[in-house]
C-alpha cells in the first residue's frame, strides 16, 4: 500500500519511539486502583522524525484558502486576514474562563456588546445572540424564536413553513425539526420565486417564510418587498438565512426588506477559517417584538429560558469577526460586496463566452451556476469529471449539484478576495478543461490523476465513516 495513505497506527514498529518524558522528580502519587488502566494505551510506536514527517505531509495534503482558488459556491471562501487570527489569540481572549467573574473579563463583554451592535446596524434588526455555533443552528434557533411567537399570540395553529425550491438543504431540515411542515415554494424560469404560486400557498396556517437573497441561484429575489408583505399579510414571519450576505453587505439590509429574524455566518462573511467542519458562529438577529425569545446565558446567573450552546458561543470567531468590520470600517465593508459581485460577473462572462451555459443567463451577484447538462449530453463528461479536473490543475473545485433544481449544477463563488490575474488563470483552466471534454473525455472520468485519493465513496463517507482505527 501506499505509505502516504497508511495511519500512524499502521506505521508503529514496537519498541520504537522517542523518550522525550523526562524521569519523574516528584515523589509518584499512588492512583487509587479504579482509575488506573488494565493495560497500556495502544499508541502508535514511531520514531520523532517519522511523526513529524506524518503529520507534515497530512498537512501538505489538505485544501485550504491559502494554497489557492477555492470558489465552493455558497460556503464564501475568501482571505481571511492574518491580522483578525492574531487577536484572536491574544492571551486576554483566549485565556479567558467562561465562568470567570464579570469585572475580570470586561474585555470579553466588550466584544460581545460591540459585535452584536455592529451586526444589528448591518443587518436592521433590534437585537442578536451570538449563542448559536453554525448557520444550521442559527436556523433552528430563528425557527424556534417564530414558534414561541405565535404560541405566545395563541395562534399555534400557525405550522406551514415556507421555503422556496432552491433553498439550501439546512433550510427545510431545520424548519423541520423546529416542528413545522415544510411548504415547498416553486421558482419561476427566471430562478426567482414565484410570486403568483406563493400567494395560493398563503394561509391561515402559514407561520414563515425562509428565504436567502441572493438566492442559490445568485440572483437577487427583486420581488422581496411583496414577498415579505403578503407574508406579513398573512400573518406569517420572514426569516433571512444569511449565508448569502458577502453579496449585500454594506449595501442592503435584510430588516429593511422586510425579514423579522435573520442569522448570518461569521466563518463565511467575516472572516474565520472554515470548511472541514470546523467552528462556526451562526448569530441570530430579531425585530424587537421577538426580543423576548432570544435565548439565555446560563452562567450570567438566568435560570430559564433556552440556552443554545454553553456559554457565549464560539467567542474566538467573534474576536475575528469584530476585528475585521473594525479594520474595514463602514465603507470598505461595502466594498467586499461590489468587489464580490465584480468577481462573479467577471469570471461568469468570461467562462459563458467561452461556451458554458449559466444556469439562468443573466446577471449574477456573489456567485453563478453553470448547468453541464449539455456538455454531458454532447460529450459524456459530467458536472462532476468536471469538477475533479480542476483538481489536476491545482484547484478546489466548485460546489457541485446544487441547487438541486440545476441539472449538473456547478456552482462558483470566487468571492472579492480574488484578482484578477487569478480569475483569468481559472478562466483559462476552464477553457482547456471544455476543450479536453472534447478531445479526451475518457481521461475525464477517472480525474483527479495527480490526488492521493481521487474519488471516494462521499455518501458512505459521510452515512458510515470509520473514526478509529
Ligand atoms: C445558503 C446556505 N444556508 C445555510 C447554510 C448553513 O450554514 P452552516 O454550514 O454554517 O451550518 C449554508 C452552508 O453552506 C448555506 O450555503
Known amino acids: 500500500m501506499n505509505n502516504d495513505l497508511l495511519l500512524s497506527m ?32 495502544m499508541l502508535p510506536e514511531l520514531a520523532e522524525t517519522d511523526v513529524d514527517r506524518h503529520y507534515t505531509a497530512l498537512a501538505q495534503r489538505a485544501y485550504g484558502v491559502n494554497c489557492g482558488f477555492y470558489p465552493l459556491g455558497s460556503c464564501t471562501m475568501k482571505y481571511n486576514p492574518a491580522v483578525n487570527e492574531a487577536a484572536a489569540r491574544q492571551p486576554g481572549f483566549m485565556g479567558a474562563h467562561p465562568l470567570a467573574p ?13 459585535l452584536s451592535a455592529a451586526l444589528c446596524e448591518i443587518a436592521g434588526m433590534d437585537a442578536f ?21 405565535h404560541e405566545a399570540r395563541g395562534e399555534s395553529h400557525r405550522v406551514r413553513m415556507l421555503v422556496p425550491d432552491s433553498a439550501h438543504g439546512t433550510n427545510p431540515a431545520s424548519a423541520a425539526i423546529a416542528g413545522f411542515t415544510v411548504v415547498n415554494v416553486p421558482s419561476r424560469a427566471d ?57 449585500i453587505l454594506g449595501q442592503a439590509r435584510p430588516g429593511d426588506m422586510g425579514f423579522d429574524v435573520t442569522h448570518f455566518n461569521l466563518h463565511k462573511t467575516f472572516s474565520t477559517p472554515h470548511g472541514g467542519g470546523g467552528p462556526g458562529s451562526g448569530p441570530v438577529g430579531v425585530k424587537r417584538a421577538l426580543v423576548p425569545y432570544l435565548p439565555t446565558v446560563a452562567s450570567l446567573g438566568a435560570k430559564d429560558g433556552l440556552q443554545l450552546k454553553a456559554f457565549h458561543g464560539n467567542f474566538g470567531i ?14 470598505a465593508l461595502s466594498d467586499v460586496a461590489t468587489h ?37 449530453a454532447e460529450t459524456g463528461v459530467s458536472a462532476l469529471d468536471v469538477a475533479k479536473s480542476m483538481i489536476d490543475y491545482g484547484m478546489h473545485p466548485p460546489t457541485m449539484y446544487f441547487p438541486l433544481i440545476v ?63
Open 10 to 41: 499502521e506505521k508503529s514498529i514496537p519498541g520504537r519511539g522517542s523518550q522525550v518524558i523526562p524521569a519523574l522528580e516528584a515523589p509518584a502519587y499512588p492512583l487509587p486502583e479504579t482509575f488506573c488502566r488494565k493495560a497500556p494505551p
Open 407 to 469: 441539472h449538473e449544477a456547478l456552482m462558483f463563488e470566487p468571492t472579492e478576495t480574488e484578482t484578477r490575474e487569478t480569475l483569468d488563470h481559472v478562466a483559462d483552466v476552464m477553457i482547456a478543461i471544455l476543450a479536453q471534454t472534447r478531445t479526451d473525455p475518457a481521461a475525464m472520468h477517472t480525474a483527479p490523476h495527480t490526488a492521493v485519493i481521487g474519488r471516494p465513496d462521499d455518501v458512505k463517507a459521510a452515512r458510515t465513516p470509520v473514526l478509529h482505527w
Open 102 to 114: 464579570a469585572h475580570a473579563v470586561q474585555g470579553c463583554h466588550a466584544v460581545i456588546t460591540e
Open 191 to 247: 430562478g426567482l420565486v414565484d410570486t403568483d404560486a406563493l400567494r395560493g400557498l398563503l394561509d391561515e396556517n402559514t407561520a414563515g417564510m425562509m428565504m436567502t437573497n441572493p438566492n442559490t441561484l445568485g440572483l437577487f429575489e427583486k420581488d422581496i418587498l411583496d414577498i415579505s408583505r403578503m407574508v406579513h399579510q398573512a400573518g406569517g414571519l420572514m426569516y433571512y438565512d444569511g449565508a448569502n450576505l458577502n453579496a
Open 318 to 331: 467573534m474576536v475575528r469577526a469584530l476585528a475585521y468590520i473594525k479594520a474595514l470600517g463602514r465603507d
Open 129 to 149: 445572540t451570538l449563542q448559536p455555533a453554525a448557520g444550521a443552528q442559527g436556523e433552528f434557533f430563528g425557527m424556534l424564536c417564530v414558534k414561541r411567537y
Open 340 to 376: 464580490a459581485v465584480l468577481n462573479a460577473n467577471y469570471l461568469m462572462h468570461r467562462l459563458t463566452n467561452a461556451g458554458y451555459t449559466p444556469a439562468i443567463a443573466t446577471r449574477c451577484m456573489h456567485e453563478f451556476v453553470l448547468t453541464l447538462e449539455g456538455i454531458k
